[in-house]
């Protein structure tokens, strides 16, 4: 019972990868069967990582229509004809991670792509690999995945455990670029330097006759949370507004 058991997981196993793998050739086989033209205009309006995309999937086409022979001057005159500058599709990798089944997830300065998925980086994108469970002499329980998570998308791809270290250092990678882009906060020496600035554009909040109390006192708050003008700052402040 437990060999045909096994057999059944073993065909259903076989099936599930056939089916991944089957998943990402129909999805190029779809983009070459629409046609170089409609490929181009995918492209003319792709930007960032999804241009890559696109720009690969057009050079396929051109080739299934063409042949490989023909292919490169299709190219040419597709991107022409569209004012394509391929500076667009530069990127440096920051590397390249095998996933456990499909296509590898490619990590760039400014995008991360998978097949025919792409997403742009951005300072809210952050990335990290997640693992458990034990090699063992009798059985390896591990497994690992590599996450992305960024404000307008996510990504999450099981690897080899083999490769968590290699996908850390891509991962942490990133994230001093991404760390990078982020805003620096106020220091004390940025706001004393805007103190005169500050002071105007209080008293200009406290006498604007548009504002009501109320919208004043909130934009006073903001003010004070941000550390750019004082409480004792605030007070006085907010006794002008309510003319107290």
């Given amino acids: 019972m437990d060999v045909v058991i096994l057999a059944l997981v073993l065909i259903l196993a076989g099936l599930l990868v056939k089916a991944i793998v089957t998943s990402f050739a129909d999805q190029t086989a779809r983009v070459v069967e629409d046609g170089v033209e409609p490929a181009t205009a995918i492209l003319r309006d792709a930007r960032g990582g999804a241009a890559v995309v ?8 051109a080739k299934k229509q063409h042949g490989a022979a023909e292919a490169p001057a299709v190219l040419s005159a597709m991107l022409t004809s569209i004012k394509f500058n391929p500076s667009r599709l ?74 968590a270290t290699d996908a850390r250092f891509v991962a942490d990678r990133l994230n001093a670029i991404t760390r990078s882009l982020r805003p620096k906060a106020a220091t004390s020496a940025d706001i004393k330097a805007l103190g005169a600035d500050i002071a105007a554009l209080v008293e200009k909040l406290v006498t604007a006759s548009g504002p009501s109390p109320a919208e004043k006192i909130s934009q006073l708050s903001d003010l004070r949370y941000g550390r750019l003008i004082s409480d004792d700052e605030y007070e006085a402040a907010k006794v002008r507004i309510l003319g107290i």
């Fill in 54 to 61: 696109a720009y690969r999937n057009l050079e396929k086409t």
């Fill in 90 to 163: 530069e990127s440096p990798q920051l590397g390249k991670v095998r996933a456990r089944s499909g296509a590898a997830v490619e990590v760039c300065r400014d995008w991360v792509i998978r097949g025919q998925e792409a997403h742009d980086v951005d300072a809210t994108t952050s990335a990290k690999v997640v693992t458990s469970g034990r090699k063992l002499k009798e059985r390896d329980t591990r497994t690992a995945e590599l996450q992305f998570v960024a404000a307008s998308w996510s990504m999450r791809v099981p690897i080899r455990p083999d490769d």
